[in-house]
């Protein structure tokens, strides 16, 4: 059980849980909230996680990227703890898991259900595998965004009466920068074993400086968009709330743009995962209201 909670990495799993709080909340606010429809989404979300993590896993252990002077929590193949074959194989599990989720929705909202879990199905496959691995070629945040912002938020709103109103996609840029924020803060701490690997991510490609200045207009970005669009009513005023969460961005922003040191990275990572999920649930709270 241990080495396999190694493979989930579950203080990563909030990335995916936050946007649905997100849409979800709009939902409530918007009068067409299901609670079935939440908790299959929920718990699909947090499936399509956990094989991202594992296919990443295996993918970075198989290509090397894992060495013995990787700066961070352990991982399951690079370590021993599981065989690349056993990953993958939990990988396909958890996969199957999440398309029973993804049947279910498909039969209350439709086919662009379909459309939404195919293409994070590949996307989570080729972030780190397949024959053109994209985390390694510097769109890693791209993807992040894309998925665990735009399709999650939107998604998670559209799957309970299949619409998708215009402040879904405002509220999901916002908590897109978050997320996104937190894969920077994971690539700036392993700049340096990541270019020796010869793993070029968005950090590698920038270099320390510029990668610090993203993280900042990443999470800065957040809370100045969510207020902008709030005062202009595109999203629900009460999600002004989200912007409670400002003290919990001091520190990985202190951090990630003054040291380089591994474990000071390590709690900035594990702050700006905190961080975007106590945004998301506050938009959420807020979109509810």
């Known amino acids: ?35 079935d429809v939440f908790a299959v989404t929920l718990v699909t979300a947090v499936l399509l996680n956990v094989a991202v993590n594992f296919a990443n896993d295996a993918s970075d252990a198989h290509r090397g990227a894992d060495s013995p002077a990787r700066i961070g929590p352990p991982r399951a193949v690079a370590t021993g703890l599981l065989t690349s074959r056993q990953v993958w194989t939990g990988t396909w599990v958890v996969l199957a898991l999440a398309v029973a989720g993804g049947v279910y929705l498909t039969a209350v909202a439709g086919w662009v259900v379909v ?15 397949g024959p053109w691995p994209y ?19 939107v998604g998670s ?10 402040a879904a996609w405002w509220l999901a840029i916002p908590i897109g920068f978050l997320v996104t924020a937190i894969l920077v ?3 700036v701490r392993d700049i340096d074993t990541d270019r020796a690997s010869g793993k070029r991510t968005l950090a590698v490609l920038l270099g320390r400086g510029a990668t610090r200045a993203l993280f900042a207009g990443l999470v800065a970005g957040a809370f100045a968009l969510l207020a ?7 999203v629900p005023r009460p999600t002004l709330v989200a912007l409670a969460a400002v003290p919990i961005a001091v520190r990985p922003m202190r951090v990630v743009l003054a040291e380089e040191g591994g474990p000071v990275l390590i709690a900035a ?3 700006t995962a905190l961080l975007h999920f106590a945004f998301g649930a506050l938009v959420g709270l807020g979109a509810a209201l």
């Open 1 to 35: 059980m241990r080495a396999w909670l190694v493979a989930a990495r579950p203080p990563t799993l909030l990335a995916s849980i936050a946007p649905v709080l997100a849409g979800s909340g709009l939902a409530a606010g918007d009068g067409v909230f299901r609670w």
């Open 115 to 129: 459309a939404i879990g195919a293409t994070a199905i590949v996307a989570a496959l080729a972030y780190t595998g």
């Open 135 to 153: 985390g390694y070629r510097g769109l890693g945040e791209v993807f992040v965004f894309v998925y665990f912002g735009l399709a999650a938020v």
């Open 157 to 166: 709103r559209y799957v309970h009466d299949s619409t998708a109103p215009a």
């Open 185 to 187: 803060a994971n690539n």
């Open 228 to 234: 902008v669009t709030a005062a202009f009513d595109l």
């Open 269 to 271: 990572l594990k702050g």
